[in-house]
Every structure is written in structure tokens, then in C-alpha cells.
């Protein structure tokens, strides 16, 4: 039976993960999280942690004037997610009820209910005015200096407006499926894009495997890659396998490898699903031998591109990670190069907003092999602008591109050809 309760309370579980122990809500979900709930209260939960998430700043900014010192985590993520719902039209009674009955329950805080009540009833009156004059959510500082030294100052506003507003979603369909029982619009790329989408698996053609879920921005490195029937295609890093379902479905021969084993087990319900076939490898990429046609390497990378659909990224990560990741991505491209057969060619392509993951990697690696070349032409396709085209000749793509049409993920890609 469904229990808004129960999913608050799991929303304010996730939301003390991602803010004190630096978890990702994908990691969260992964470990059972969510397992105790029934199927809406689990969409509910995952629904409000990603909301509050995306407007903390403007919580916090409602709820500094009634708070005199900051209380433990926990209580003062039920204020925060109290205040995102009574912001966003969530009836004041049972809103603040809800709060406050979750925080009694709690063994080391519970006598903070009787603050709970007070600061929320203030916010139910004064928050939603307030709420509307606030700024855009910006980016923390460790992610937010970087992307302005790359972007600009104006540039940057954009992308938060995107990572604010969210994302439509976007379904990549077989070359041969009819999709228009989506009631979706057909984007110059090829993507269909849903706007108020509800849930993925009761969508006609989902059980069918018509179609899989892939951001417009996502699905276009395959796009690009162009493999023919029959060609011998390596994909590194390639689970949950948008891309390789996209290439099988060109009729190429696809190898996809992933280190994750659990990955993999996606991907292969992915191929099942849609009654596609591929060769699957658990495996590390920088182990794999041969000589492909065509490789595409969808490196590790800092997913700094993803924030629209995961807000709980900026707020868990700080960028620690992103020295390893760039010299990983470094190791990868060159041995990718070392697999790619002469005359063929490498897709390489991260969904990353940082240059060092994107450009940098691609100019280092022409400076590097002189038997390569970035192709240019392969990027002009129909929805794409040229001034996205970038000096080394890679494609960069940013969440507020298309700003009107719903936006698109970060993503930087350049196809690489090997001299004959
Ligand atoms: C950006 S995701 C790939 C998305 C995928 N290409 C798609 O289109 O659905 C990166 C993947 O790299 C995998 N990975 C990380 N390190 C790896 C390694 N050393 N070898 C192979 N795969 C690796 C991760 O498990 C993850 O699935």
C-alpha cells in the first residue's frame, strides 16, 4: 500500500547519504534503499531527494532567517525537503505533519520536532512568495570555478538554468520501429523526446523493445561512429549498452566490454529486451586485444554532463576524482588506438563538461599518433551547430544547447581516423 510518509522519510534517508557520507543516489539504489517500498512511494522518494537536491540553495536561503545555529544533518534535510515541497505548492498541513512526525521518530533527535513545526509553519507563510525571487541553484565552488574558467560567466548561468529545470526524456528507437504511439516529438538528431515521460516501462513498445532510454546528446557518438553491416565494432566501457544497441542495430558485429559485472547484466537484459545481439566481455578495457573496424570508447569520466538527471552528483562529489579519471581516460584512448585496425577509426567520447576529459585528451592524442586525424565532416549532421564544432575538430555539447526545446546533456566526442 502506498505510504507518502514512508517515501519522506527515505528522501530525507537518501538526502543524508548524499550530503554526509558523499554517496551517489545511483549507489544508494543499488544497495536496496528503496527496496521496502511500494513501486509509486519508490518513484515518490527518488522524486523528492532529486528535487530537494536540485534547489538546496534556495532551502537553505528560506530557512537561514529561522535558524538561529545549523541543526544535525538529518533534521536539517527534513527542513530542507519540508521547504521544497510547501515552495512548490504542497499543502502546509499535512506537509509540516509529515515532517514533523518523521524527525520525532528519530532515536538521537526527536526532541527537535517541536523546531521542525515551528520553522516549517513560518516557511508555509512566508517560503512560496520568497521562493519565486530567488536565483537559479548555482554549482558548489569546486565545480563551479573550473566550468567558468572553461565556459564563461554567462555560459555557466545557462547550464544551471538546464541543471535546475531537469530533463525531458529522450528514447533512441530501432532504425525500423514506429514510435509514434509516444506522442513525442522527433528531434533533428534522430532522438524522440517525451516531455512529461511518467513511468519508462509502461510506455508503449517499452515490454516490445521498440526503443531504449538515451539522451539526445548521448545517442549521438554511435550516430557519428556510422558503422556498416557487418563491420567488427569494439565498445569499451560500453554498459548499459545505449550505444551498442544502437550499433547492433546498425547491423554490426559488436564486442561490448565493461568492467562492471553488474553493468553487464543490464546491458544483457538491455539486448534481451530488445532482441538485439552483441558479444558481451566483463573485462577491463585496458586488457582487451585485437583489431576492430571500428572502436567506441565511452570513457570514465567525471559525468559532469549528467546533472540535469543527477543533481545529487555536485552535491556527493568534489572533485578529487577527476586526476585519476583524466589519466585513465589518457591510457584508455591510446590503447583504444592500438585496437583500431589501419583505415579504421575510433569514436572517443565522455559525458563530462570539463575540456580536460574532452578536448585536451583528443588534442594530446593527435599530437601524440601522427597516423591519426579528427574528422570534421562526419559531424555535420542535421540539429547540429556548426559553431559546436571545436578547434582540434571534437563536438562539444552543453546542457543549454537547445535551451527552448528542453536541452540536451554535456557531452564532448570527435571521431579519430587511422591512416591506411
Ligand atoms: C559512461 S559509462 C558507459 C555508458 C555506456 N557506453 C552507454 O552508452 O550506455 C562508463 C562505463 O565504464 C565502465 N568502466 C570503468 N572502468 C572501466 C575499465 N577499466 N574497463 C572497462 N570498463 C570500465 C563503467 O563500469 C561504466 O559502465
Redesign the pocket.
Given at each position: 500500500m502506498s505510504d507518502a510518509n514512508h517515501a519522506r522519510r527515505t528522501a530525507v534517508y537518501l538526502l543524508d547519504q548524499v550530503l554526509g557520507e558523499g554517496r551517489l543516489l545511483a549507489e544508494c539504489y543499488a544497495a536496496g534503499a528503496l527496496e521496502k517500498l511500494a513501486p509509486e512511494d519508490r518513484a515518490r522518494a527518488q522524486r523528492l531527494a532529486a528535487e530537494t537536491l536540485r534547489s538546496l540553495e534556495r532551502a537553505d536561503r528560506v530557512l537561514k532567517k529561522h535558524l538561529k545555529k545549523t541543526p544535525p544533518l538529518t533534521v536539517m534535510n527534513a527542513l530542507r525537503l519540508g521547504t521544497v515541497e510547501l515552495c512548490s505548492g504542497g499543502a502546509a498541513h499535512g506537509v509540516v505533519n509529515a515532517m514533523v512526525a518523521i524527525v520525532s521518530r528519530h532515536r538521537r533527535h526527536g526532541q527537535l520536532k517541536g523546531l521542525v513545526n515551528a520553522v516549517l509553519r513560518k516557511v508555509a507563510e512566508e517560503g512560496p512568495a520568497e521562493w519565486a525571487k530567488l536565483r537559479t541553484p548555482r554549482l558548489p565552488n569546486w565545480l563551479r570555478k573550473p566550468l567558468v574558467q572553461a565556459w564563461g560567466a554567462e555560459a555557466m548561468l545557462g547550464m544551471e538554468a538546464a541543471h535546475y529545470a531537469g530533463a525531458p526524456l529522450d528514447v533512441t528507437g530501432k532504425p525500423d520501429a514506429d514510435l509514434s504511439a509516444l506522442g513525442g516529438v522527433l528531434l533533428p538528431t534522430g532522438s524522440v523526446r517525451i516531455a512529461a515521460a511518467g513511468q519508462v516501462s509502461s510506455l508503449p513498445g517499452f515490454e516490445a523493445g521498440d526503443w531504449w532510454v538515451?539522451d539526445a546528446a548521448?545517442a549521438l557518438p554511435a550516430r557519428i561512429l556510422n558503422v556498416q553491416p557487418g563491420e567488427q565494432v569494439l565498445?569499451?566501457?560500453?554498459?548499459?549498452?545505449?550505444?551498442?544497441m544502437q550499433m547492433a542495430a546498425a547491423g554490426a558485429k559488436v564486442t561490448a566490454?565493461?568492467?562492471?559485472e553488474n553493468?553487464v547484466a543490464r546491458l544483457r537484459e538491455n539486448l534481451e529486451r530488445t532482441g538485439l545481439e552483441a558479444e558481451l566481455i566483463t573485462?577491463?578495457?585496458?586488457e582487451q586485444t585485437g583489431q576492430y573496424d571500428a572502436v567506441l570508447l565511452?570513457?570514465?569520466?567525471s559525468?559532469t554532463g549528467t546533472i540535469r538527471r543527477h543533481p545529487d552528483l555536485p552535491q556527493a562529489k568534489d572533485g578529487s576524482e577527476f586526476g585519476g579519471l583524466i589519466e585513465?581516460q589518457a591510457q584508455?584512448l591510446a590503447h583504444a588506438w592500438s585496437l583500431v585496425k589501419p583505415g579504421g577509426r575510433l569514436m572517443f567520447c565522455?559525458?563530462s563538461l570539463l575540456p580536460d576529459e574532452g578536448e585536451c585528451q583528443v588534442e594530446e592524442a593527435l599530437d601524440m599518433f601522427p597516423d591519426m586525424t579528427a574528422d570534421r565532416e562526419a559531424l555535420n549532421l542535421p540539429g547540429v551547430e556548426p559553431a559546436w564544432i571545436t578547434e582540434e575538430g571534437g563536438l562539444r555539447l552543453r546542457p543549454d544547447y537547445w535551451a527552448t526545446d528542453g536541452g540536451m546533456d554535456g557531452f564532448y566526442m570527435a571521431l579519430l581516423r587511422k591512416s591506411a
Open positions: 538515451q548521448a565498445e569499451l566501457c560500453a554498459a548499459p549498452g545505449g550505444k551498442t566490454v565493461d568492467i562492471s553493468r573485462g577491463d578495457a585496458l565511452d570513457a570514465p569520466c559525468a585513465l584508455m565522455t559525458c
